[in-house]
């Protein structure tokens, strides 16, 4: 049966980002069993892998070793491909419509079957590196003009290889994670020193990232043909940026405490599978890359995506960006083939950002950076509030989704609200004499 045609025996409406073609993954709890295992999203319910596993209903690993009773999924991830296509097609199977062995068996049903509403979503992976592209084209004009020449607004390099900057795995958090407003030191144009305190121009970006499967040796490059194998899914990010910190520390380095704050990832993980019915060509590459860097045939996918924001008291949400995942100039299978091409190993739970994703219009722009030409050109929000970066109580609400015939394929979102700044007092000693 064609996978369009597909029908689950739990109603799932068509606007729901979780129907039977999508079937993501997602480490969960619940208040009367709080251990963390690994579930799978149908409609606004959970489908506890972890219990089929022990009721013999889904076997995958040698017997008496467990893969889904776990508190991350790094363990079924570094299984490979095989072993996700066949997890993925014996999910599907269990909820069909048509198959009666978990639809009449309310036994089961009622162990394996947990109302969304009733568990706490977790980190899915343990995320031992991070790595964050700067892959959008767009993106990377509208930065450098606001700081460059607009004639020269992209570095020579930017169109030869996947640019990219390694981040801080230990401040990835899951939705729902509030944000603290960083701490750092700047300097005003003009300043003869630079100052401390709370980033004044916090900012958001609208990002995807890929999650790595099965990693490779050290030495071992991956391939351009092959990268995909090693790719187990796709969650949103919000990789959130302290423009001003950053502004004063990126020469000659790069990012650092302007990045490393925080970064936000979506709980449930679209597999490949899941996105493969949406897969389209991306941008035509000019000059074409280096051979360790070309491909053949369509490597983006058309995800849309969305931002919203709700300032601080206000009860409604602002739309502030529409763009979609397909503009990105590289390529998920080129960032991997050149990220592994000096022979740096990867392994399960990788976490590879896109950067952010902006399109060609100003309301496509994936950061208040270019949504508002760096604060000289305030957001006005449907309440009348008007924003140049984010405040205090501020939230961001990212989303993402592909549109099928009658059905989606979504992401869900990753959100969350800013607090204040750590109030930081200093002694003459310079070390902290208070913290609140």
């Not at 892998?49 to 893969?67: C, D």
């Not at 701490?183 to 890929?210: C, H, I, M, V």
């Not at 219009?361 to 994936?366: I, K, L, N, V, W």
Request: aromatic residues 8%.
């Amino acid at each position: 049966m064609r996978e369009e045609a597909l029908s689950s025996f739990i109603e799932v409406p068509a606007e729901s980002d979780f129907p039977i073609q999508n079937l993501p993954y997602g480490v969960f709890s619940t208040r009367s069993d709080p251990m963390r295992r690994v579930g799978v999203a149908i409609g606004d319910q959970i489908l506890d892998l972890a219990a089929l596993e022990l009721a013999g209903a889904l076997e995958i690993a040698p017997q008496g070793q467990r893969v889904f009773g776990c508190a991350s999924m790094n363990r079924f991830m570094a299984l490979g491909r095989e072993a996700w296509t066949h997890v993925r097609g014996r999910v599907s199977s269990l909820l069909r419509a048509d198959n009666p062995e978990l639809r009449d068996d309310m036994a089961l049903r009622e162990r394996a079957l947990v109302p969304m509403r009733h568990a706490s979503l977790h980190l899915p992976v343990e995320i031992s590196g991070y790595t964050d592209f700067y892959s959008s084209k767009e993106h990377a004009t509208n930065v450098g003009s606001l700081f460059r020449d607009p004639k020269n607004a992209l570095c020579e390099n930017w169109l030869e290889i996947p640019i990219a900057y390694n981040g801080r795995a230990s401040s990835v958090f899951v939705s729902g994670t509030p944000v603290r407003r960083p701490n750092g030191e700047t300097k005003a144009l003009g300043a003869q020193r630079p100052s401390f305190g709370p980033s004044l121009k916090l900012d958001f970006e609208l990002e995807t990232a890929f999650l790595v499967g099965q990693g490779n040796a050290i030495g071992e490059p991956i391939p351009v043909p092959d990268a995909e194998r090693h790719i187990f899914g796709m969650v949103l990010m919000n990789d959130w940026s302290a423009r001003d910190i950053q502004r004063w520390e990126y020469v000659p380095l790069g990012p650092f405490n302007g990045k490393s704050f925080a970064t936000s990832i979506s709980p449930w993980i679209v597999t490949l599978d899941a996105l493969e019915p949406f897969r389209v060509a991306g941008p035509r590459q000019d000059p074409m890359p280096l051979p360790y860097l070309r491909q053949r045939g369509e490597h983006a996918f058309d995800i849309q995506l969305e931002v919203r924001m709700r300032p601080a008291g206000a009860a409604c949400e602002t739309t502030i960006c529409r763009s979609n995942f397909k503009t990105l100039y590289w390529s998920m299978a080129q960032q991997l083939a050149h990220h592994t091409i000096s022979g740096c190993n990867t392994q399960p739970g990788d976490l590879m950002g896109s950067g952010t994703i902006s399109g060609a219009t100003r309301d496509s722009s994936g950061s208040l950076l270019e949504l508002t030409r760096n604060g000289g050109e305030p957001l006005t929000l449907a309440n009348g509030v008007r924003r140049s970066f984010l405040e205090d109580g501020d939230e961001v609400i990212m989303t993402g989704w592909c549109q099928g015939p009658g059905y989606r394929v979504g992401f869900g979102d990753v959100s969350a609200r800013i607090e204040p700044a750590v109030e930081l007092h200093w002694s003459a000693d310079a070390t902290t004499k208070g913290v609140s």
